[in-house]
Nanobody, 119 residues
Framework: QVQLVESGGGLVQPGGSLRLSCAAS????????MGWYRQAPGKQRELVAT???????NYADSVKGRFAISRDNAKKTVYLQMNSLKPEDTAVYYC?????????????WGQGTQVTVSS
């Protein structure tokens, strides 16, 4: 069983910053890609950023230059530094990881953390 636990969400004013963290635990032999997705009310879940085990990154156009994804492989943790936040960044943010467990590779999700950008 793999658990992904997010933290760091909250309420922030436009232009502010937040840092999200997501720690993986459980019977994980290897973690390939990790990433962040978000879902705003009434909208589909969308990709925010991903990072490979080797550190290659990919960002949604809407967050390029404002968000930075990073990971600590030893701690099995992925981070999302969010700067210059806008009201349209308001959403539930979900951590995602592609993990090798005893039964094989699988995709796992965290429970989500709310980010609200409002004055």
């Amino acid at each position: 069983q793999v658990q992904l636990v997010e933290s760091g969400g909250g309420l922030v004013q436009p232009g502010g910053s937040l840092r999200l963290s997501c720690a993986a635990s459980g019977n994980t032999f290897s973690i390939n890609s990790m990433g962040w997705y978000r879902q705003a009310p009434g909208k589909q879940r969308e990709l925010v950023a991903t990072i490979s085990e080797g550190g290659s990154t990919n960002y949604a156009d809407s967050v390029k230059g404002r968000f930075a994804i990073s990971r600590d492989n030893a701690k099995k943790t992925v981070y999302l530094q969010m700067n210059s936040l806008k009201p349209e960044d308001t959403a539930v943010y979900y951590c995602n990881a592609y993990v090798f467990v005893p039964t094989g590779w699988g995709t796992y999700w965290g429970q989500g953390t709310q980010v609200t950008v409002s004055s």
